[in-house]
């Protein structure tokens, strides 16, 4: 039986994220531009999109660029930029046929206004799709996104409209970029990093975490199912006691 059909189909997480990691590493590899890399990497990007819209993902999360990834060499920075607009244009079908609602977090202020016009113009497109909302953090950090949380909750305080008595991790959360969203159920990494990287770190406090050796440009539907059958056998128990261990004393 191949993989997908092996899900079990009450058990499909509602939210699966993913640090796309190996592009540079696996054009490396061919000799290639560190760029065809990151051009192989937004087939993965389509095909896992479809295998998790198809199983009934309802978010799926991709951490497309990094603040840290400003850091890059300009010609890499630039070629990711071009890259992620014409992918917006390129995919759109994809995104309509499959009902995949668009959603950026991240700073947006700082993309060239070519950039952010693409990307307001997919957002828009986007919007009454409802199958399941494809998340892009661009321009992302965890830190930089808990850093604006606690001003804009600084601020509610300073006018009188929240007292510091009440900021529990509910207040938090709704102060969050990434509020309309829940916490994943999985976090996969690619590429055999054993690491985070700034991503989603409030939300993942009891996400099943993923790492796969692959290359992000490797990375097939068949590998992305066999991670979520991998998390279908995980006892997840926040914090707290097995159900099968409740009566056990
Ligand atoms: C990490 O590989 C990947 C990125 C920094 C960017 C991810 C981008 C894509 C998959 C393509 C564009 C995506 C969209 C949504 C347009 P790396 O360069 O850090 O690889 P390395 O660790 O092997 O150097």
Not at 46 to 59: F, L, P
Not at 113 to 134: F, G, H, I, Q, Y
Not at 137 to 165: D, F, H, N
Not at 234 to 246: A, C, E, H, L, P
Request: charged share 25%; aromatic share 10%.
């Amino acid at each position: 039986m191949s993989v997908e059909r092996a899900l079990l189909r009450d058990k499909i997480p509602n939210h699966v994220a993913i640090i796309m990691d190996g592009n540079g590493r696996w054009a490396q590899k061919r000799g290639l531009p560190r760029q065809q890399g990151h051009m192989e990497g937004v087939k993965s990007v389509r095909r896992i999109a479809k295998a998790a819209c198809r199983i009934g993902i309802r978010y799926l999360t991709l951490y497309a660029f990094s603040t840290e990834n400003w850091g890059r060499p300009k010609e890499e920075v630039s070629a990711l930029m071009s890259l992620l607009v014409s992918c917006l244009h390129d995919e759109m079908p994809l995104f309509m046929e499959n009902g995949i609602r668009l959603r950026v977090v991240g700073q947006s202020d700082v993309f060239d206004p070519s950039v952010r016009e693409a990307l307001d113009a997919a957002l828009e497109k986007t919007s009454s799709n409802t199958r399941m909302d494809l998340v892009l953090a661009l321009s992302y950090s965890s830190r930089w996104e808990l850093a604006e949380a606690m001003k804009r909750i600084g601020r509610q305080v300073e006018e009188g409209g929240l007292a510091p008595e009440d900021i529990d991790d509910s207040v938090i959360g709704r102060f969050l970029a990434t509020s309309f969203m829940p916490d994943p159920d999985l976090l996969i990494r690619t590429s055999g990093e054993y690491r985070v990287s700034n991503f989603l770190l409030w939300q993942i406090a009891y996400t099943e975490l993923f790492f796969t050796p692959v290359l992000w440009p490797d990375f097939t539907e068949e590998m992305f199912y066999g991670a979520i059958a991998d998390y279908q056998g995980r006892d997840r128990r926040f914090g707290k006691v097995s159900v099968s261990n409740q009566t056990k004393q």
